[in-house]
């Protein structure tokens, strides 16, 4: 096994590891939820990217795991099925929390330049959020909207396009049109 399938089972890992918390998570009120399994905390967004981007680089997955992906997008519609109106509710209350954090972090980057590649996955998950509640049965309420775009506006402003910030394993799975904010830094802090 090379270093990016390495990469790719261990985010499979985080992905079953938070879907087997998902139900009950759903029904709590918490939005980031502890696992005990040495993964990130559980939130309904970090599901949203793992599952988008381990779909983008599917073939990559080793054979023998590609099993588990698919059991693993099961989980994840099995455990919407019953939970439809709780799911959108808990994705906008993330929402509003993700885009606090990330109106927070782009302002320390203004200031203090704190490292960029290590806080943009907050704007990637907010992405993955936005497009499933603009999808059926679900609504993205207008503000969100609005507000993520004042955001963008705000960085576009100030961007300096240049390399994919993470590791080389992500790149296929987050085209540069789409996600054009992993591809370089603002110009506060832009390396030479």
Not at 1 to 27: F, G
Not at 148 to 175: C, H, M, T
Request: proline residues 6%.
């Amino acid at each position: 096994m090379n270093d990016a399938q390495a990469l790719l089972l261990n985010d499979l890992t985080i992905l079953e590891n938070m879907l087997d918390e998902l139900p009950e998570y759903l029904q709590s009120d918490a939005t980031r939820w502890p696992l005990q399994y040495g993964s990130p905390p559980m939130t309904i967004g970090g599901c949203l990217m793992r599952i988008q981007r381990l779909g983008k680089l599917f073939e990559q997955i080793p054979v023998l795991d590609q099993q588990r992906y698919h059991q693993a997008v099961d989980a994840y519609h099995a455990a919407l099925e019953e939970n439809v109106v709780r799911f959108e509710k808990r994705v906008h209350q993330e929402l509003r929390a993700r885009l606090s954090e990330w109106s927070i972090c782009l302002r320390e980057l203004h200031h203090d330049g704190v490292r960029y590649a290590n806080k943009v996955d907050t704007r990637v998950v907010i992405a993955e959020m936005m497009w499933v509640m603009e999808k059926r049965p679900y609504q993205l309420q207008p503000q969100t909207k609005k507000e993520i775009q004042a955001l963008d506006n705000n960085l576009k402003n100030r961007w300096s396009p240049g390399e994919f910030v993470w590791d080389a394993v992500w790149q296929p799975a987050y085209a540069a049109e789409t996600y054009w904010w992993l591809y370089g830094m603002p110009a506060a802090i832009a390396v030479p």
